[in-house]
């Protein structure tokens, strides 16, 4: 039987293993860290669950496909509900803007509580989607580093749609020409953190993100977003994927131009295929270094990192839902104070989740288990102790500023992740949450490519071609899969 060994459990990583357990393979993944799952895990804090890293959950298909090639029964393993809501938007003028999913409620929202027309965001969402629809075919589902993407019938379709594309401006520009308010272009331009970028450099072909969370939807996984690794891992082990945990690959030797062997930590492994889940400058960093290094790819700048406290909170807020954002009074200063002075503006915009809204069990009775972000900048040997201090103090005040209490009397419970914490838990450089940002206009093709000059070695994962993210990690799963084919 052929063999393949996948360097790491995030959820590409995992992705991959099921994959080419179907192909024939018989696949071990090697993960460095005690538990599965990379970024995509959970903490417990006394009696409340929080999920570490991930918790916007769209595009359920690339999971339900997954199941469906495996001919398991998703049911049996994952259970997902759509939300209704998919946001709450908070402003410091006392503007609360509530993103339903129903686009009926949307709209009388937004033309309730802005005065303004619904119409340029109904046009916007309907572009949302014809970008998408064009570019996913090139740009998500296949290698951009392969010439037979280039003779697909599907690239004709995406050529067309460039002059609709926004691709020479950027986000903030194509928000600014589009929609009719500026909390909306606020709200839109938010969408470029998906990837960890920033809405005034990266191009305006971001603005297809939304299509995702507000056409198609957002979704809740019913036990929490850490069941995905879960019910991933339990999926791959009934197909005869071999999990090793609590070893780390620290070299692969090369002979006649193939990975003979990967050296770890606790041994020596063969087989016929390497896939590399862990996060790619790190990887030639550390057990590629011996290997060509593309320089170009590597020295893109890194996405945005985020300082997280989990707080348990011993009250209930009614006026909020899964996902909350208190938005910055100054969103472009803010961007710049992350991409351009590497440092965190005192007035940041606040991300809160709160999975207990949805999953009783996440909290105890009376409380609620809250998941607090801003976006930073990636490491560049911060002080992250002090800087860490001093946004808890800035949050809090936003926090009380715009909910009009004093969130500290509640909380009970706190933990943290700041840069250099999910440094040393994921092994991404510099804590990036999403590999390499996009904010220069050709950062889709300094990506690293899902193969490599080896012939069996291959790249998966958030900091790789497509992209960081849960869908785009699932997205570079199948990619390799296929070039392995
Ligand atoms: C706080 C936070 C919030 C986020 N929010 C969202 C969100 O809302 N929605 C969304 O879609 N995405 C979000 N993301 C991004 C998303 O989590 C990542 O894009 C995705 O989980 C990355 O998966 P991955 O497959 O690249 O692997 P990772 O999760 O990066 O895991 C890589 C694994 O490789 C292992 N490894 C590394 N080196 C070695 C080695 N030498 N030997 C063995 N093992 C090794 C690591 O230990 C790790 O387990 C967020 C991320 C964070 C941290």
């Known amino acids: 039987m052929k063999t393949a060994i996948v360097i790491g459990s995030g959820v590409a990583g995992i992705a991959t293993s099921i994959r080419l357990q179907l192909k024939g393979y018989q696949t071990t993944v090697l993960e460095k860290n005690s538990y599965l799952g990379g970024k995509l895990t959970e903490i417990q804090l006394g009696n409340f669950r929080f999920d570490a890293g991930p918790s916007l959950f769209t595009s359920p298909n690339l999971i339900e496909e997954l199941f469906h090639i495996s ?37 009388n929202e937004i033309e309730s509580k802005l005065n303004v027309s619904f119409k340029p965001l ?33 690239l004709i379709k995406c050529i067309q749609a460039i002059p609709k594309l926004n691709l020479f401006e950027s986000l903030d520009k194509t928000n600014n020409k589009a929609l009719n308010h500026p909390k909306l272009i606020q709200i839109f331009n938010r969408y470029a ?30 036990s929490g977003m850490h069941s995905i690794t879960k019910a991933l891992t339990k999926l791959a082990t009934d ?15 090369k002979k006649d131009e193939i990975i003979h062997s990967v050296k770890t930590n606790n041994g020596e492994y063969q087989a016929d295929i390497i896939v590399c889940n862990a996060d790619v400058k790190t990887a030639y960093d550390t057990f590629l270094n011996k290997f060509n290094k593309p320089y170009k790819i590597l020295e893109q700048e890194r996405s945005s990192s985020g300082i997280i406290f989990y707080w348990g909170i011993n009250k209930k807020f009614s006026n909020l839902d899964l996902h909350n954002i208190l938005f910055s009074s100054n969103y472009k200063e803010e961007f ?34 809250w998941f607090v972000m801003v976006n930073v900048p990636s490491d560049e040997n911060h002080n992250w102790e002090e800087i860490r201090l001093i946004t808890r103090k800035n949050i809090i005040n936003k926090i009380n500023k715009v909910l009009d209490t004093n969130i500290e009397d509640y909380i009970i419970e706190e933990d943290y992740l700041d840069p250099t914490r999910i440094q040393i838990r994921t092994s991404s450089a510099g804590g990036a949450l999403y590999g390499s940002s996009s904010n220069s206009r050709n950062a889709a093709f300094f990506r690293h490519p899902n193969f490599s000059e080896i012939k069996n070695l291959f790249f998966v994962g958030g900091s790789v071609h497509p992209g960081g993210g849960i869908p785009l990690c699932l997205n570079s799963a199948k990619i390799a899969t296929e070039l392995i084919d």
């Open 71 to 107: 001919k398991k029964n998703m049911t049996d393993y994952f259970d997902y509900e759509t939300c209704d809501i998919s946001c709450n938007y908070f402003f410091d003028d006392k503007t609360h803007l509530t993103f339903y999913a129903d686009k009926q409620k949307l709209k």
């Open 239 to 253: 197909l005869g994927v071999q999990f090793i945990t609590n070893i780390s690959v620290n070299e692969l030797t």
């Open 122 to 154: 109904e046009k916007y969402l309907k572009l949302s989607e014809y970008k998408y629809e064009a570019t996913k075919p090139i740009f998500l589902e296949k290698s951009l580093h392969k010439t037979s993407t280039y003779f697909s019938k599907k």
């Open 193 to 222: 953190t998906y990837n960890g970028s920033s809405p005034y450099l990266a191009s305006g072909i971001l603005s297809l993100i939304p299509h995702l969370e507000l056409n198609q939807g957002s979704f809740f996984p019913k």
């Open 336 to 369: 710049n104070h992350i991409f351009n002075l590497k440092s965190i503006y005192f007035d940041p915009t606040v991300y809160i989740n709160i999975t207990s809204k949805k999953n009783k069990d996440d909290a105890p009775e009376n409380a609620e288990n």
